[in-house]
């Protein structure tokens, strides 16, 4: 198991990630740049300093609509997409008004617990840069001539 990163959309447009260390303690919340060359090197300094390789927890819009899934896997991490319903029922039964901040925690927390990995669906790993698959022209087949 690896250090885990959940995040959640801000009441004003940014996001908030949480990292929980390889014992499951709350290692800290940041705010996720937007910029995604800024996104970049925020992934490669997460990596530094809790491991190389990191699992992020999206949910279902977050991960339709934002490119730092996509960002993720290209760097080589594990991505998870939460069900939004598990997650809004999983809040409301913690608290009475879950804050962003207490939401991004409970993401990056669900693939701890056995029993609610299995309602997260795992993004696929893309082709890594030596398995790029290339379209290049390709001559017509010839048909047999009739006899």
């Known amino acids: 198991m690896s250090a885990s990163c959940g995040f959640w959309r801000t009441g004003r447009g940014g ?57 993720a896997l290209m760097m080589g991490h594990r991505v998870w997409v939460a069900p939004a319903n598990l997650v809004a029922a999983l809040a409301q039964a913690a608290w009475y008004r879950p804050a962003p901040r207490q939401r991004a925690v409970l993401l990056a927390r669900l693939p701890r617990v056995a029993l609610l990995r299995a309602a997260l669906r795992r993004v696929p790993p893309g082709p890594g840069p030596d398995q790029l698959h290339f379209a290049f022209p390709l001559p017509k087949p010839r048909c047999p001539s009739p006899v």
């Open 15 to 71: 996001l908030l990630a949480a990292i929980v260390d390889l014992d499951g303690f709350l290692a800290g919340v940041e705010a996720v740049p937007d910029d995604e060359e800024e996104r970049c090197s925020w992934l490669s300094d997460l990596c530094w300093r809790h491991g190389p390789i990191l699992e992020l927890v999206l949910t279902e819009p977050l991960a339709r609509h934002d490119g730092l899934g996509r960002l």
